[in-house]
């Protein structure tokens, strides 16, 4: 969380968005996995101020975000989001924009 303290260039929202992501990161994967609705309420702004300052973000490559699928009919169910800045260049290589795209298309459990 020390972190995401302390990155400055970031508007308040968003860094208050980067401080719920490293929050909820876990030790075991280093991943964290909360909802946008959990998000948006620890925040106190809506799940569309959320989107996009995951947006923001992502764009930044602070965090990088995957994007899982429903078996069934190919909708997004959850996504988990990663720290490249944090986790290494191993990190960053294992969730680019198009391995994204990629996930995104497969369901969950291949």
Not at 12 to 22: M, S, Y
Not at 79 to 98: C, I, K, N, V
Request: hydrophobic residues 30%.
């Amino acid at each position: 969380m020390q972190w995401a303290f302390e990155q400055t260039d970031l508007n308040t929202t968003t860094k208050l968005i980067l401080i719920g992501l490293a929050y909820h990161r876990n030790n075991k994967d280093y991943r964290c996995y909360p909802s946008q609705s959990l998000l948006a309420k620890e925040v106190g702004v809506s799940v569309s101020t959320i989107n996009k300052g995951l947006r923001a973000l992502e764009q930044r490559e602070l965090i990088s975000r995957m994007r899982h699928c429903h078996p069934g009919h190919g909708g997004s169910i959850s996504s988990s989001y990663t720290f490249p800045a944090l986790d290494g260049p191993h990190a960053a290589a294992r969730h680019t924009p198009y391995q994204r795209r990629l996930t995104a298309l497969r369901p969950i459990n291949q």
